[in-house]
Each structure stands twice: as structure tokens, then as C-alpha cells.
């Protein structure tokens, strides 16, 4: 059934022009094409990871944080711990090929971008003896993104072809930029003396140009501009080369014959850079990474490639004979950069003049802006916890987020005392609109209590979620194949709901799960070839289970947005008896006092309301405590009744069947209803219009709650929970 929402907006034609004034000013301020006024945001020591993987073949190296007084050629002031690490391997690394990998729109480009310019500004080359004319040597970087490579082109051999062009006209431009200085051009020209040439050890770019002072080495060479020298340079390599590939190897090595100009502490005097190679086709990547590794190991010219976590372990696992090293971007939280964001805007409303607000308007969004800021300023804080949980790593996330917290709210613009009630800026976030319900196809919000192909309530993502999240620090991760294996013992589910939450939890604008080393894993799973793909939990997914699923606005939201239906849950008084036996029999065999066991949990589940008796009300106002609490608890029992005996099933699957540890050994649901409950306790304490009946009703439910999990986890005490119990019961005993 679908609830209907009565009265599920406060939305105005008054608050429309409010909204509609200042949507400019919001965009501006969280604007996600650029950093804006406030510019780069350097890295701090709380997010700097403090240890990073390299990999070199099979072997992990572990680096050691980089410490202030370290010797670098670049000055240490104009850079956070992160932007240090990342100069410092560029300077230092045993390889060449550098992947700088993290979450969709964690702000990777970003960081390259900044790294790429300081290394431009900063760079002191007071050693390159080969240019001894000048003491600051500006350092060749070539730049190439992908975005504005394949935006119309779909067929795989065009895109790389398209690469192989597009690396062509800029490895050519940054040829004739570089060779027109006349103290390259020199010193090159000496390098190509025949008698110097032989002289070369391990310099792979003297085959290539052996023969090039005998046709280009006139008479009228020394009277040439460099400029003109190296245009004649390049047209002789197009006619020596039968293909834009060997044309393409030919120039690198121009650029491996500069290189060893450098001395080898200052390595990042040469740097490629190649962004959002997350666009392309997983082939293309694996093509392209493959490609450039084969260069970068012939020139030992130095390149980086932001990718993706996904795109990384798709490469990773490739089979590939890559080398390359890995610096995991650790950089400010979105958090973090949304109330930096709202901190520049307050001190220098100056730069913001031209939008010209209305003065009423301004002074009430400055207000919100203010809250907002006081809320995000605590880690601890529920709306800091919620943008947290829906962002994880993705600053670009936050950033949309933080647009919906003023241009979505339902609450009038003008109401102060509204400001500091966090559900209602939460509730902004988790809408599409302000006169609308959270969208099932949020491009930024997952609900985790649905299956998105029925649009029904399913328990399956949740599922997924905590299997992973029990997981995630173990040795050994998961296979795609053991997750499915673990979720066709709670339940029957069907390969159609499998690949479907899958591909939900897994989807790019809000990633919860991620696989690494391979594209479809609806073709494993139909091929039962599941085994060899990794499946992890992301932070986002982590902060679903930890924060969002114990949040009261959150679920609201989720509950009211489902079509719900007792199909999914499929909780027959014949499947209650068989889960029982099962689970009882096996109990027995370890301990006789476990006779009585099967009694208890029919009592257990007869104590909860027939499953069948889907008592929602027809409609909810969520304005009403009295239709909202009801609603939200009767929903709670429905999920800790499928929780409980999924959890049996699986226990006893578990004890008999599997050869390794359970992945589950909590009740998902029974974490839920503690910390919810805690929270209702005191909006029903609040509340004088709420009857004493609610208080008994949300009592009983931990109280069973509390049984089922002694139950069935033998030896599991949910010391929370009977606080949370003995807190109700001192209340109604009043």
C-alpha cells in the first residue's frame, strides 16, 4: 500500500520568490565547476591518511608520513600534508607512473590541478647544470583531459584512436614550446653529435635519432632559429614514422633526451598529466593506462592519472605488467568545505554585490547560512552526520546537497526560531523539491529499505550494506560471489532483486558498495563466474549503516516514500514454524536446555502483531507526532520480524553448511529500534498530546526486540537496548 501525505508542505508562493531570488547566490556559493572566491583548500593532518600503498609488482612498500623539515626543492608553507606526500613521490618515487585514486568528485582533479601549478611556481632548478643561463626553469608539463576527448564517441577502437591524435597535437605543441628556448635547442644539438651519442649509456633515444645530424645538419642549421629547428626536427620524424603510434614514440624520446638534462632529485622538472580517464569504457581505461605505463617505463618521464577507487581496482585486476605507484587523495571533507563556503561568503559579501538580493531576503538567508555553519561546525552534530553519510568522499556531492539545505526547505523563510530545528534542513536535503517526497531515482540520495525494481520495501540493501560493513576489515574481502552465497541463505532472493540492489548500491552519483576488477557483474552472477570480483563497502555505504539508518527524519522519509507490500516479506505461519524447527534442532544438539526454545520464539512472534495486519493508517501528517510515531514504529516491527528470522535461517545455514565464519552476527534492526527509540522517548516525553498507549507501544518493541536477539544470538547482550528499555520503563512507571 502507499501512504498518502496530508498536508506535506508549508510551501508558499511567498516562499517560491524567496527561493527563487536567491538561487543565483546559492549556485554561486556552492558552485561545483570551480573552488570559487575562497580558492584551494589545503589538506589537513585529520584527513591525511597516514600511511599509503605502494605497489611495484607484488611487493607493498609502506611510506612513512612526510615530515615538515623535509628536503624538498618546493616550499613547504603553500602545502598540506597531502599536497607534501604527493610532491614529495613525484620527486622520489622508484617508478614513473603515479595514480592518484579516490571517490567520484573527492576532488582529485583538484588537487592535481593545484599540485600542477605550484610545481610550476615553485620548482627551483638552481641545479640543472644544463641551464646554466637561467635560475628558475620553468617545468614541462603536459596536460591532457579526456573530458572534451570522447564526448561524441562511443565505439572503443575510435576512442583510442581519438587519444592517440589528441596525445599527438599536444606532445607536438609542447615540442615546439620547449625546443624554441635556445638553451634546450643547444644542448640537444650536442647530445646529437654522432662521437656523443655512442658515448650514452642506458639511453634508449639515441636509436632513434642516430641518423638525424646527417639529413638535418646543414649548411644553412646554424643559422636557423630554435623555433625553426625543431618544426624541421618534427617533420622529419613524420616521414621516418608509418603510423601516428611510432610518431608518438619518437617524440617522447625527444622529451627522454631532455630529461636526462635533470638531475635525478628533481624529476618532477618533467611531469604528464592525464585527468578524467573515468569517463571512458573500462576497456578504453585498462588500454590507455596499459599504454601510457609502456611509455612512462621507456622516457622515465613522470605521469599521473586521477582515477576513480572502481576505475583503480578494475586496472589493478587487469593482468596487466604494470608498475605504478598509488597515493590515495585524502583531502578536506565535504563537510568541511561547505562551511568554508559559508564562512567566505559572510566575511566578504562584497564579492556576492552583484546579485542584487532584496534586503528582507538577504538578511533572513544570512541568518540560515549562520545556523547551517553552527550546525556543520560539529562532527557530532545529526545535519553534520546526514550530509556526511549521503556525501562520503564525494566533496561535489556535498556541494549539490548543500544548495538543497535553501532551495528546498519547507519551512517559511522568515521564521527564526524554524532555523534551529535540524529535521527541517535535513528534510530539505532528502527532497527533490520543496513540495515533494524523497524521489525513489535521487541522483544523490539512496533508500536503503527498497528494492528499486518493484519500488516495494525490500530488506536486501540493507542487507547487503551490514554484510559488507561486518566485513570490512577483514583480511580477506568478499567476493561477489560469497556475498550472494550469504544472501541466498537468509532469503530466497531472486537473481532479478540481486543484480537490481546491486546495480542500485553500486550506482556512480551515489556509490554505497564498488567492485574491483571487473565492468558487469550482471554477467558474472548470470554466469556463475562470481568468484573472482571483490565487492567493498565505501565510506558513504559505511555512514549509511552507522548514522543514516538510525536517523528519525532519514527513515520517515524512506518509509513514506515506499509502495508497501507483504510480498517481499513472504511470512507465512508455515515458514515461521520451518525456520524455528530448523534453527531449535540444531540448538538442541549443544544444549539440552534448548527444548524450550521453540516455544519461545512462537511466543515471541505471536506477542507482535498478526504480519498481515498492515495497520497504516491511510494518510500521515507529518506535522502529527501522534501519525507520525505510530506509523514509523509499526513499520519497524515489520522489518525486525523479517530481521529475526532471516537471522535464524542464516544461523543455522551457517552452523552446518559454510566452512568459515557467520559475516553476520548483530541484528540490523535491533541497532535501528535502540537508537530510534532513544529519540522518541523524548519527543513522546515532550509531547502532551501523545497518549501513554505510544510510550507501552514503543516499550514492548524493545522489550521484544531485546528477547529475539538473546534468542537467537546466543550469548549477545545489547547493553544499549536495556538502557534504552530500563529509561522507558522508569517512565511509565511514574
Not at 300 to 327: A, D, M
Not at 329 to 357: C, D, V
Not at 696 to 719: D, F, P, Q, V
Request: net charge neutral; charged share 25%.
Amino acid at each position: 500500500m502507499q501512504i498518502q501525505i496530508i498536508d506535506k508542505t508549508k510551501f508558499d508562493h511567498f516562499n517560491s520568490n524567496f527561493i527563487l531570488e536567491l538561487k543565483p547566490l546559492v549556485e554561486k556559493i556552492f558552485s561545483t565547476q570551480d573552488v570559487t572566491h575562497i580558492g584551494y583548500q589545503m589538506s589537513t593532518v585529520k584527513n591525511f591518511a597516514k600511511k599509503y600503498e605502494y605497489l611495484k609488482g607484488e611487493t607493498v612498500i609502506q611510506f612513512a608520513d612526510i615530515p615538515e623539515n623535509a628536503n624538498l626543492h618546493i616550499p613547504n608553507k603553500h602545502l598540506g600534508p597531502t599536497e607534501k606526500f604527493i610532491l614529495e613521490t613525484i620527486k622520489n618515487a622508484p617508478y614513473n607512473l603515479l595514480i592518484i585514486s579516490g571517490s567520484l568528485g573527492s576532488g582529485k582533479t583538484t588537487i592535481l590541478k593545484y599540485i600542477l601549478q605550484h610545481i610550476k611556481s615553485h620548482i627551483i632548478c638552481e641545479k640543472c647544470s644544463q641551464f646554466n643561463n637561467c635560475s628558475l626553469h620553468k617545468p614541462i608539463i603536459l596536460n591532457l583531459d579526456f573530458t572534451a576527448l570522447v564526448t561524441d564517441i562511443s565505439n572503443e577502437v575510435e576512442v583510442f584512436t581519438a587519444f592517440l591524435e589528441r596525445f599527438n597535437l599536444v606532445l607536438e605543441a609542447k615540442l615546439k614550446e620547449t625546443f624554441a628556448d635556445d638553451t634546450i635547442m643547444t644542448s640537444f644539438e650536442r647530445k646529437l653529435n654522432t662521437d656523443y651519442i655512442y658515448k650514452i649509456e642506458n639511453s634508449t633515444w639515441k636509436d632513434y635519432f642516430a641518423d638525424l645530424p646527417e639529413i638535418l645538419f646543414k649548411n644553412d642549421w646554424k643559422d636557423l632559429k630554435s623555433k625553426e629547428k625543431i618544426r624541421l626536427i618534427i617533420e622529419w620524424i613524420k616521414k621516418e614514422t608509418n603510423s601516428i603510434n611510432r610518431k608518438i614514440e619518437f617524440m617522447l624520446q625527444l622529451f627522454a633526451a631532455l630529461r636526462e638534462d635533470f638531475p635525478k632529485d628533481l624529476q618532477g622538472c618533467l611531469i604528464m598529466a592525464f585527468d578524467n580517464i573515468d569517463i571512458l569504457k573500462a576497456n578504453n581505461q585498462k588500454q590507455i593506462v596499459s599504454y601510457l605505463s609502456n611509455c612512462t617505463k621507456n622516457t622515465k618521464i613522470i605521469t599521473i592519472i586521477p582515477v576513480r577507487l572502481t576505475t583503480y581496482g578494475k586496472i589493478n585486476n587487469s593482468g596487466g605488467n604494470h608498475i605504478f605507484g598509488v597515493i590515495q587523495h585524502a583531502g578536506p571533507t565535504p563537510a568541511e568545505i561547505i562551511n568554508s563556503r559559508i564562512q567566505y561568503y559572510l566575511q566578504n559579501k562584497s564579492f556576492y554585490s552583484s546579485f542584487n538580493i532584496k534586503s528582507e531576503y538577504q538578511h533572513y538567508f544570512d541568518l540560515q547560512l549562520e545556523q547551517v555553519r553552527t550546525f556543520l561546525s560539529t562532527s557530532e552534530s545529526r545535519l553534520n552526520k546526514v550530509i556526511s553519510g549521503f556525501a562520503g568522499h564525494s566533496i561535489r556531492r556535498g556541494l549539490v546537497l548543500a544548495e538543497r539545505l535553501f532551495l528546498q526547505n519547507n519551512f517559511p523563510f522568515n521564521d527564526k526560531d524554524l532555523f534551529k530545528n535540524q529535521n527541517l534542513f535535513i528534510q530539505s536535503i532528502l527532497k527533490n523539491s520543496p513540495s515533494s517526497l524523497m524521489k525513489i531515482d535521487d541522483r544523490h540520495i539512496s533508500n536503503v529499505f527498497i528494492n528499486y525494481e518493484t519500488k516495494r520495501n525490500s530488506f536486501l540493501c540493507l542487507r547487503i550494506l551490514q554484510i559488507l560493513s561486518q566485513n570490512k576489515n577483514q583480511p580477506k574481502k568478499f567476493s561477489l560471489h560469497e556475498l550472494i552465497t550469504d544472501l541466498l541463505i537468509f532469503h530466497p532472493f531472486t537473481t532479478d532483486s540481486i543484480i537490481s540492489c546491486l546495480q542500485y548500491l553500486s550506482d556512480e552519483h551515489k556509490r554505497l558498495i564498488f567492485f574491483l576488477g571487473h565492468d558487469s557483474f550482471e554477467n558474472m552472477i548470470k554466469k556463475n563466474s562470481s568468484q573472482e570480483c571483490e565487492v567493498e563497502i565505501t565510506l558513504a555505504g559505511q555512514l549509511y549503516i552507522e548514522n543514516l539508518i538510525t536517523d528519525l527524519t532519514y527513515i520517515q522519509e524512506c518509509f513514506l516514500s515506499i509502495d508497501w507490500s507483504i510480498d517481499e516479506i513472504a511470512l507465512s505461519s508455515e515458514l515461521i514454524d520451518q525456520a524455528t524447527q530448523e534453527f531449535i534442532y540444531d540448538e538442541i544438539e549443544k544444549n539440552t536446555k534448548s527444548h524450550t526454545m521453540e516455544l519461545f520464539l512462537k511466543n515471541m512472534f505471536n506477542k507482535i502483531e498478526d504480519i498481515y495486519d498492515f495497520d497504516f493508517p491511510d494518510n500521515v501528517n507529518l506535522h502529527l507526532s501522534t501519525h507520525r510515531l505510530p506509523f514509523i514504529r509499526k513499520v519497524l516491527r515489520v522489518l525486525l520480524i523479517q530481521d529475526a528470522l532471516q537471522m535464524i535461517r542464516y544461523r543455522f545455514s551457517n552452523q552446518n553448511d559454510l566452512n568459515r565464519p557467520a559475516a553476520v552476527d548483530t541484528f540490523i534492526v535491533g541497532n535501528m529500534i535502540t537508537s530510534l527509540a532513544t529519540s522518541v522517548f523524548y519527543i513522546l516525553k515532550s509531547d502532551s498530546v501523545i497518549k501513554e498507549e505510544e510510550f507501552s507501544n514503543w516499550y514492548n518493541l524493545c522489550l521484544i526486540t531485546h528477547e529475539l536477539e538473546m534468542a537467537i544470538i546466543s550469548g549477545r547482550k545489547n547493553y544499549d537496548l536495556e538502557k534504552v528499555i530500563m529509561l522507558y520503563n522508569k517512565q511509565l512507571n511514574l
